[in-house]
């Protein structure tokens, strides 16, 4: 295979808007390449490399902070008008720098409910839930900014810290059964790899607007859940059927309930040749078991 020149070099420096779960673990994967990133947060903390960014309450970093800034990552939602909140603050800050990328993190939701087929980025999105209409906007919004935007469809993300055996642990856990019911996942690393590596051959790719970054295997709730209480030694609860733990559950969890569907990484992992690290949730929950 022909080996190109990577499209990023050691000046190149990331601001990661939204420090989160995603954002800090591509910061970490970044500077441990070498690279600058500096990461916002909501409220003031004492990490150095961190800049208070808040929407909300009008708070925009200061004139240093984009200064050499050739990269950022959003990994901001949509505000309560489904509006984006980086663009509604800083669009015209970013249009004044020489930005070679912006990656913004959505959410499969935008989809809607496939009634468990397959979808990819080439399906018109059909979304159903308010908020993926709002997510919908914001993706609108990014694409016609005319800056340099790459869009990331992501479905339930976990990763060391934030998955089905914290879940276990806070007894917050709902042992629910629904037939022919599947969710897509990513593990957080591969949300990274993937975006560092179409970073790293930038130059030769083609360029997408929209990329799926999920795994090779979408499944029900109930196989995840199993895994872990198999991995920890535990006995699982007796499953509840959905229609009877309906009641229960939040509006916002009996969303999540009410669509169906495989997310395909078909682009990202053939067309672009992306290898995942977690190719499915065994192998990324022994990841989180270990780690956690
Ligand atoms: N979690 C999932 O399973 C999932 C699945 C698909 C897509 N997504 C989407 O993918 C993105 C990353 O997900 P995540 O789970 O890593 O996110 P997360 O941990 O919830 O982090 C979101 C970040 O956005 C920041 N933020 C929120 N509102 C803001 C505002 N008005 N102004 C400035 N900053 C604001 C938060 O700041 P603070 O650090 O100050 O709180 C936080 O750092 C999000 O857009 C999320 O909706 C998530």
Redesign the pocket.
Known sequence: MKHFASSLNKKNKFLI???????SFFAKTIRKLGYTALT????ENKDPNSFV????KGVIPDKKTFDGVTHILS???P?KNGKD?VLGSLKNKLKSLSLEWIGY???TGVYGNTKGDWVSENDPPKPCQKRSHKRLNCEKEWIESGLPAQIFR????YGPGRSTFEAIRNKKIRVISKKNQVFSRIHVADISNAIIYLLHNKNSLKFHKIINIADDEPCSQLEVIQYCYDLLGLRMPKPILFEDAKEELSPIAQSFWMENRRVSNKLLCETLGYKLIYKNYKIGLKNCYLNS
């Open positions: 808007l939204g420090c989160g779960f995603s954002g916002s947060s909501r409220s960014f808040n929407s909300d990994c901001i939602p505000d909140p993190l959505s959410t992501l479905p339930g993300i």
